[in-house]
């Protein structure tokens, strides 16, 4: 904006000033002040040329010239408002604050545009469900059968992560879930145990070279059997993604999930969360010493209504340590039972796809029973005696089949159920003390975005999501 020395007057100036004034902003237009430097009127080349045919002179006040019938906007207001009182009425467009005092000016040359903003990153990765094949995408058995095959679905429960870049290598990492802080001065000083471990773990992956404050939350309990930690990590690496020129691809940003969790701190697992998370809705995947291949299973959108109203989410307490699950699983892997159990589970993956595809759902509530059944041979630390109670109680009350979710030991139970007997299975589990929920898929997988935070604005932003002393 011009000087606004140039763009007002005092009501009580000379109309010798106004030319001056008029002749240094090159608008043709003055805006006139009272004594509390509120805008009261226009005063133009025009109009005080008029009113020296009338008489007076240049020693006279501006007073006697002033428009007080003028076009103006206020403070705040929309932007296409001013582009449409330009476009039909005025050249010029005071922009005046609550108490009337001028704030801008918009010509049709000068239209001042915003202080650029603050940019943050986001992201939402969505958790999945397994229907079959849960152990075969762990590499020591796909390796040395053929081949390993899961079917699983993304549903609307999900990571969320904020991240902003800082003009300093300080990094500052907050989790809500977990209600804990992490600071280092640089990159190198972050480290790599103790809290946050899984986080620092990708952050130490991505090695930006940048500092930055990230933010996270997830929708879901820890040990909840969804592939939770590859959700969060996911969402980290969205996060950083939407700050390259260069962007990761899918595949690529999965494939890092995986080797942050499963070859930097060597937890033990699959590679189906990562995946499902990432690519998100129905697919077929299949594990090949060579390659992954991920298919999407393209169902009609009744079919997955239907298969949402036959569904029930049954919380069952956190789980056990699932590295360790997975650990016993490769010890025993060799094991007939084990082996027979894992080909089982490939030959119902197969026919719950064939099944979903063509909307039989009841055949896929039965063969969801058979995976079960068949998945708790792969570990004696899979089930428990309290787990089956709950699976034959669920049974007894109308499920039709169901698995937990997850390596086991806890967290999760999809429950297929007719839907017309759904209630009476969330009544008589509730009443035993257990949460159910329903399930609602998610088309979409991780989800990457800026968001924009004006600079007067972004230090409240901030302090709102600070963690509180405990």
Known sequence: MADKNDLTIAETETIEEAFRRLNANMLGILFAQDASGRIVGAVTDGDIRRRMLTGITIQDRVVSCINRNFVWAPTGGPREQILKLLDQRVHVVPILDGEGRLVDVFSRELFNLSEESEVFARARSPVR????????????????????????????????????????????????????????????????????????????????????????????????????????????????????????????????????????????????????????????????????????????????????????????????????????????????????????????????????????????????????HAKRKLSSKISSDVIDAIYDFAKQHGAVGGKLLGAGGGGYFMFFVRPFERYQLIAALEQQGHSCSRIMFEENGLRTWKSRFPSSTRQDAIAAVQPKDH
């Open 129 to 372: 469900v397994s229907f079959s094949g849960g152990g075969t995408d762990l590499t020591h058995y796909f390796v040395a059968n053929d081949g390993g095959a899961v079917i699983s679905a993304t549903i609307k429960m999900y990571a969320h992560a904020t991240l902003r870049r800082r003009s300093d290598p300080t990094i500052r990492i907050y989790s809500h879930d977990f209600r804990r802080t992490v600071e280092a001065d640089n990159l190198a000083e972050l480290g790599t145990g103790g809290d946050l471990a899984l986080i620092k773990s990708v952050v130490r992956l991505i090695k930006p070279t940048y500092g930055f404050e990230l933010e996270l939350s997830a929708d879901f309990p820890v040990g909840s059997g969804l592939g939770g930690s590859a959700v969060v990590s996911s969402a980290i690496i969205g996060c950083f993604n939407e700050f390259r020129s260069d962007q990761w691809d899918r595949h690529e940003i999965a494939e890092m999930a995986f080797q942050a969790e499963r070859l930097m701190l060597n937890i033990p697992g699959g590679w189906q969360d990562q995946y499902a998370t990432v690519f998100g809705g129905f697919n077929h995947m299949e594990f090949f010493s060579d390659q992954n291949t991920i298919v999407p299973l393209r169902l009609d959108p009744n079919i997955i209504a239907e298969l949402e109203e036959s569904l029930v989410l049954c919380y069952v307490g956190s789980g056990r340590d699932s590295g360790a699950i997975h650990r016993d699983q490769k010890a025993r892997h060799e094991t007939s039972d084990a082996v027979a159990a894992a080909a089982k589970q490939k030959e119902v993956t197969r026919d719950i796809r064939r099944h979903l595809l063509r909307g039989q759902l009841l055949e896929c509530g039965r063969l969801i029973d058979e995976a079960w």
